[in-house]
């Protein structure tokens, strides 16, 4: 089982990013940490961008490779990594869709916040399993911040 | 000419955790194509299976995107650097009706009477009064009101979709009683649709139904499907069920898919915008008469029920937005054994109507496309008698055998007095019993299996064998009417 640790203020701020762009999707960055030994993910912080679809801004979410190029150097300055990515889905539950699978791959979380009517009803985190077959819910867990 | 490629991190699991991975080529595609050499596992995680780099893969040399570049046919001198980019995208489930009403305030109120008609689903907070308005807002279109057509309009007009088609043509039988719960002895012999239309209305008078009294088919099922958010299949045949899942598949509609056969049921949701269709599962359709229709298998009249009422809890899920819709997955029911299975389903990227390249873009001859039935078995005009010749003949105390090819069950419900009883699939083996000099007149349900008898006796050598045209059903049209129709 892999696990997702995140602070409850990160989290929170991943939820707030979510609620304020509905009805539209919101999209981030999870910087931090993948242990393999342990299966676990620790976020250290978020880093919210915003949506760059022109179109279909309610389901589709679009992060260039521009902007994930200088999240990847911005995570590498900290001596992290992108660790994986959340977004929202706007009236739909918080499971990942087609379209998210064909987008996506093993080795990171995806973070998916489901908003309902402009309120936060659910948020649950996925991996990708390795023959791209399905998405694995893992444990999210919350700590408070270490500073 | 040898260039370093630099691995993403999640991918390093598939590099032996190398973060970068020297290889050679003198193009960026025949160095992409050296990496997936040397580590294969990272093949379907680059490209689809129709070998195109994935959509949301960006390659940079030196920074530079190859796309602004010569694309994969862009050229590298030794000591360049490789990077693989990905763009994140992502997002919800399609676009329908009750999903671009985003503002609930666009949806349409409920009153008084009507919050006193759902209120054990108002008081749920996963339906509540928002996920009851996108229930008044939405579109359902149920294929047949039959078996799986009944649980499906009542329990979807009973949970206030407000606008519910419904498409048959049929005329209510008897022998659709034991299933089809929309229907009471006074509609014996009403078309169906006008049946099922005043059932539901005397049910909920809130919301609107509309009949379809049309044979769908390839000429209006797009039209008649544009309207609606969602479609249900409660279809009994193969034509029909190619035809709503293409038509689905077309207008980028969630098909919600159920079929019976005797204790056995199916369920699952096609929606090719989103996952797998009905051809992801069965490309091509069974040969003509392989798979029985309910009316000469039987069905375990409960089963519809059950069926039906999955799918109707799935079209509600759809709508409501609520829980693990049935996308991706089939389940399996089967009532003897009271046993659940779930498969797991995979698009096809090769499907010929929902995948990237489809090479069907149209509606086509469903009858065709699942073959015609298969030939009616006949025998010569000679070789045949008619029920009250038989009569006739038996009256007259002339030697002869009446030989039942039907199943015992049916030789239970009834039969021809002093007639001998040898299913069809065991008169090969049985042959012995009968006496090739002797008159043999076979019988059947309709006459179909007992021309195929006579014409297997008559190559055996039984030259005295006779059909009875029409079966026990013209004998007892015809002849006896105790004898009871099936």
Redesign the interface.
């Given at each position: 089982m892999f696990t997702l640790e995140i602070t409850a203020g990160d989290l929170q701020a991943v939820r707030e990013h979510a609620a304020a762009s509905y009805p539209e999707e919101c999209c981030g960055f999870l910087i931090g940490r993948f242990n393999a030994a342990t299966a676990l993910t620790a976020v250290v912080r978020v880093l919210p961008v915003s949506n760059e679809r022109q179109e279909s801004r309610h389901n589709r979410y679009l992060i260039s490779p521009e902007t994930v190029l200088a999240a990847n150097k911005e995570a590498r300055a900290l001596g992290l990594d992108v660790a994986g990515y959340y977004h929202s889905h706007p009236d739909h539950p918080a499971r990942p869709s087609e379209f998210d699978r064909d987008h996506a791959w093993p080795g990171l979380s995806y973070v998916i916040v489901s908003v309902a009517g402009g309120r936060v009803a659910d948020t649950r985190s996925w991996r990708l399993s390795d023959d791209r077959e399905r998405f694995e819910e893992e444990e999210m867990f919350q700590k408070e911040a270490a500073s | 000419m040898s260039v370093t490629i630099q691995i993403?991190?999640?991918?390093?699991?598939f590099t032996g955790d190398h973060g970068e991975v020297a290889v050679d080529g003198a193009t960026v595609g025949e160095a992409m194509q050296d990496l997936t050499r040397r580590h294969p596992?990272l093949q379907?995680?680059l490209y689809a299976d129709d070998g195109a780099l994935?959509?949301?893969v960006?390659l940079?040399l030196n920074?530079e995107?190859v796309r602004h570049l010569q694309k994969e046919g862009t050229p590298i001198a030794a000591g360049d650097t490789l990077?693989i980019?990905?763009?994140?995208?992502?997002?919800?489930?399609?676009?329908t009706a009750w999903?671009?009403a985003?503002?609930?305030d666009s949806l349409p109120q409920l009153s008084p009477a009507e919050i006193r008609h759902y209120s054990r689903h108002l008081i749920m907070p996963e339906v509540g009064t928002?996920g009851q308005r996108k229930l008044k807002a939405a579109k359902v279109l149920t294929i047949g009101a039959g078996g799986l057509g009944s649980p499906l309009g009542l329990y979807l007009a009973a949970a206030g979709v407000g606008t519910l088609g419904m498409v048959d043509f049929d005329v209510v039988d008897e022998s659709n009683l034991h299933r089809q719960v929309l229907f009471g002895r006074s509609s014996v012999g009403r078309p169906k649709i006008q049946a099922a239309t005043d059932r539901l209305r005397d049910l909920n008078p809130h919301i609107k139904i509309v009949p379809h009294e049309v044979r769908l088919d390839s000429s209006n099922a797009l039209e008649l499907f544009r309207d609606y958010d969602v479609v249900v299949d409660g279809t009994d045949n193969f034509p029909t069920r190619y035809l709503v899942n293409d038509a689905c598949v077309l207008l980028g509609k969630p098909n919600v898919y159920g079929s019976i056969f005797r204790f056995e049921g199916q369920v699952s949701i096609f929606w090719g915008a989103?996952?797998p269709c009905y051809r992801c599962l069965f490309p091509e359709p069974p040969p003509p008469g392989l798979v029985p229709s309910c009316a000469e298998g039987g069905v375990l009249g409960v089963l519809p029920g059950i069926i039906g009422s999955l799918q109707a809890n799935e079209v509600i899920k759809l709508i409501v937005?609520?829980?693990?819709p049935l996308?991706?997955r089939l389940v399996l029911f089967d009532a003897l054994k009271m046993k659940f299975r779930e498969l797991?389903l995979?698009?096809d990227p090769s499907c010929p109507v929902c995948s990237d390249h489809p090479t069907q873009t149209g509606l086509i001859d469903y009858e065709q496309f699942c073959g015609i039935e298969p030939h009616a078995e006949t025998v010569e005009a000679a070789f045949e008698i008619s029920a009250p010749q038989l009569k006739a003949w038996l009256d007259e105390g002339r030697p002869l055998t009446v030989l039942d090819v039907r199943n015992p069950q049916e030789w239970d419900i009834c039969r021809i007095e002093g007639s001998t009883l040898i299913p069809l699939p065991e008169l090969q083996d049985r042959l012995g019993e009968l006496d090739p000099a002797s008159t043999i007149v076979s019988l059947c349900h309709s006459g179909m299996r007992s021309a195929r008898a006579v014409n297997f006796l008559r190559q055996m050598g039984y030259s005295r064998a006779i059909n009875l045209a029409g079966g026990i059903e013209a004998w007892s049209v015809q002849v006896d009417p105790s004898v009871p129709r099936y």
């Amino acid at each position: 089982m892999f696990t997702l640790e995140i602070t409850a203020g990160d989290l929170q701020a991943v939820r707030e990013h979510a609620a304020a762009s509905y009805p539209e999707e919101c999209c981030g960055f999870l910087i931090g940490r993948f242990n393999a030994a342990t299966a676990l993910t620790a976020v250290v912080r978020v880093l919210p961008v915003s949506n760059e679809r022109q179109e279909s801004r309610h389901n589709r979410y679009l992060i260039s490779p521009e902007t994930v190029l200088a999240a990847n150097k911005e995570a590498r300055a900290l001596g992290l990594d992108v660790a994986g990515y959340y977004h929202s889905h706007p009236d739909h539950p918080a499971r990942p869709s087609e379209f998210d699978r064909d987008h996506a791959w093993p080795g990171l979380s995806y973070v998916i916040v489901s908003v309902a009517g402009g309120r936060v009803a659910d948020t649950r985190s996925w991996r990708l399993s390795d023959d791209r077959e399905r998405f694995e819910e893992e444990e999210m867990f919350q700590k408070e911040a270490a500073s | 000419m040898s260039v370093t490629i630099q691995i993403p991190t999640p991918l390093r699991r598939f590099t032996g955790d190398h973060g970068e991975v020297a290889v050679d080529g003198a193009t960026v595609g025949e160095a992409m194509q050296d990496l997936t050499r040397r580590h294969p596992a990272l093949q379907r995680h680059l490209y689809a299976d129709d070998g195109a780099l994935r959509s949301f893969v960006n390659l940079f040399l030196n920074d530079e995107d190859v796309r602004h570049l010569q694309k994969e046919g862009t050229p590298i001198a030794a000591g360049d650097t490789l990077s693989i980019i990905p763009s994140i995208a992502g997002g919800a489930p399609g676009v329908t009706a009750w999903e671009t009403a985003r503002e609930v305030d666009s949806l349409p109120q409920l009153s008084p009477a009507e919050i006193r008609h759902y209120s054990r689903h108002l008081i749920m907070p996963e339906v509540g009064t928002a996920g009851q308005r996108k229930l008044k807002a939405a579109k359902v279109l149920t294929i047949g009101a039959g078996g799986l057509g009944s649980p499906l309009g009542l329990y979807l007009a009973a949970a206030g979709v407000g606008t519910l088609g419904m498409v048959d043509f049929d005329v209510v039988d008897e022998s659709n009683l034991h299933r089809q719960v929309l229907f009471g002895r006074s509609s014996v012999g009403r078309p169906k649709i006008q049946a099922a239309t005043d059932r539901l209305r005397d049910l909920n008078p809130h919301i609107k139904i509309v009949p379809h009294e049309v044979r769908l088919d390839s000429s209006n099922a797009l039209e008649l499907f544009r309207d609606y958010d969602v479609v249900v299949d409660g279809t009994d045949n193969f034509p029909t069920r190619y035809l709503v899942n293409d038509a689905c598949v077309l207008l980028g509609k969630p098909n919600v898919y159920g079929s019976i056969f005797r204790f056995e049921g199916q369920v699952s949701i096609f929606w090719g915008a989103q996952g797998p269709c009905y051809r992801c599962l069965f490309p091509e359709p069974p040969p003509p008469g392989l798979v029985p229709s309910c009316a000469e298998g039987g069905v375990l009249g409960v089963l519809p029920g059950i069926i039906g009422s999955l799918q109707a809890n799935e079209v509600i899920k759809l709508i409501v937005g609520a829980g693990d819709p049935l996308i991706g997955r089939l389940v399996l029911f089967d009532a003897l054994k009271m046993k659940f299975r779930e498969l797991k389903l995979r698009k096809d990227p090769s499907c010929p109507v929902c995948s990237d390249h489809p090479t069907q873009t149209g509606l086509i001859d469903y009858e065709q496309f699942c073959g015609i039935e298969p030939h009616a078995e006949t025998v010569e005009a000679a070789f045949e008698i008619s029920a009250p010749q038989l009569k006739a003949w038996l009256d007259e105390g002339r030697p002869l055998t009446v030989l039942d090819v039907r199943n015992p069950q049916e030789w239970d419900i009834c039969r021809i007095e002093g007639s001998t009883l040898i299913p069809l699939p065991e008169l090969q083996d049985r042959l012995g019993e009968l006496d090739p000099a002797s008159t043999i007149v076979s019988l059947c349900h309709s006459g179909m299996r007992s021309a195929r008898a006579v014409n297997f006796l008559r190559q055996m050598g039984y030259s005295r064998a006779i059909n009875l045209a029409g079966g026990i059903e013209a004998w007892s049209v015809q002849v006896d009417p105790s004898v009871p129709r099936y």
